[in-house]
């Protein structure tokens, strides 16, 4: 067959990385060090694009994500990485047992007028990420990573002593949310918004710890030039809030995965549905030879730290996999040759 015009061969490689966050950097680092040749495919949207700064990243505590990415790209890079930027489409095995996938390229990535590439792999490592559903509330996706918050330890010291209001779409996940919140500020507010209210347990707790819950659903929240002034309710009054705390369903970016046979599955913490997640071993490998997964595509709650480092643990186990594999064939090549010496002494002798 004939290949489009409008596709480049970007090559065959012993590991094809999906996703250049922390998590796809460190298993691209681990491997190229280990002599491996990595492509890394790039979509260019990290989860975290929104917030000014990483935190809890021992030793770079307050590096914006960006610079992040850009030095764990050049780390990865000066042992031999490589990197296109674009989108993996489609992911298949091939009748040679290689991994062949399909990348549209971002047009700052084109080559000769070719949009699109295909690239083949022993072994696929999945760090794509994942995308938060957040409530559909008007003014609230614009403040998002700023002072529209999720997690309490990437954000609980910024927003510490100041005005908080928690919007509830999972009764349970809002409670749990408020309480853990609270030990930031003191000055907490619970919107019910759509999730029902509490039991009485909970609504004892909340009591004790001074947070104040209010009932009706949130309309919108309020900004006074470039930040948050307040929340909304439907029947107009507003509560003057500084910050926001949502719970935020995550959903894992690999739609490209489906011929594969890789399938997210519903994941929860107790009884809050938290989204979706490909589920892997302790090393990163999911049920599928050769495939391995790291990063919030395996662990929603994952900070970057620890997506970093469950990077580092999949590219080592990768490299572990491929030496196996180059051992076996190495057995079986010596055990050819021995066998083709042994036929040539016989004839010769004959």
């Not at 971002?106 to 559903?133: E, F, M, Q």
């Not at 919007?167 to 749990?176: E, S």
């Not at 892997?280 to 730290?305: E, M, R, S």
Request: charged fraction near 20%; hydrophobic fraction near 45%; aromatic fraction near 4%.
């Amino acid at each position: 067959m004939v290949k489009s015009a409008a596709q480049e061969n970007l090559g065959e490689y012993d590991v094809v990385v999906v996703g250049g966050g922390a998590a796809g950097l460190s298993g691209a680092l681990a491997l190229a060090r280990a002599r491996r040749s990595v492509l890394v495919v790039d979509a260019g949207d990290p989860r975290n694009a929104p917030a000014g700064h990483v935190h809890n990243y021992l030793g770079l505590e307050g590096t914006p994500p960006r610079d992040l990415v850009a030095a764990g790209r050049r780390d990865a890079a000066s042992y031999g990485a490589d990197f296109r930027a674009g989108e993996v489409t489609a992911a298949r095995r091939g009748s040679d047992g290689m991994f062949h996938l399909d990348v549209r390229l971002d047009a700052d990535d084109v080559v000769d007028g070719n949009h699109g590439g295909t690239a083949r792999a022993r072994r696929l490592l999945i760090a794509s990420g994942v995308v938060d559903r957040r409530p559909d509330i008007d003014g609230l996706a614009g403040r998002w990573g700023r002072d529209v918050l999720h997690c309490p330890y990437c954000h609980g010291w910024e927003i510490r002593d100041k005005p908080l209001g928690i919007v509830a779409t999972h009764v349970g996940a809002a409670v749990h949310q408020a309480l853990l919140w609270r030990q930031w500020t003191d000055d907490v507010v619970l919107f019910l918004h759509t999730a029902g209210s509490p039991g009485d347990a909970a609504l004892e707790q909340l009591e004790a710890r001074g947070i104040r819950v209010v009932p009706g659903e949130v309309e919108a929240l309020e900004t006074r030039g470039d930040r948050l002034s307040g929340v909304r309710l439907a029947g107009g009054a507003v509560v003057p809030r500084e910050a926001v705390a949502v719970f935020s369903r995550v959903e894992v970016r690999g739609e490209f995965l489906a011929h594969l046979g890789v399938e997210a599955v519903e994941v929860a913490q107790g009884d809050v549905p938290m989204g979706t997640s490909i589920p892997v071993d302790p090393l990163g490998a999911t049920p599928v030879p050769g495939v391995y997964a790291a990063g919030n595509v395996a662990n929603p709650a994952a900070q970057v730290i620890s997506s970093a480092a469950a990077g580092l643990m999949a590219g080592a186990a990768i490299n572990a996999d491929l030496v196996a594999e180059d051992t076996r064939r190495a057995v079986e090549a010596r055990a050819v040759g021995a066998r083709a010496e042994s036929k040539a002494a016989a004839g010769g002798a004959g």
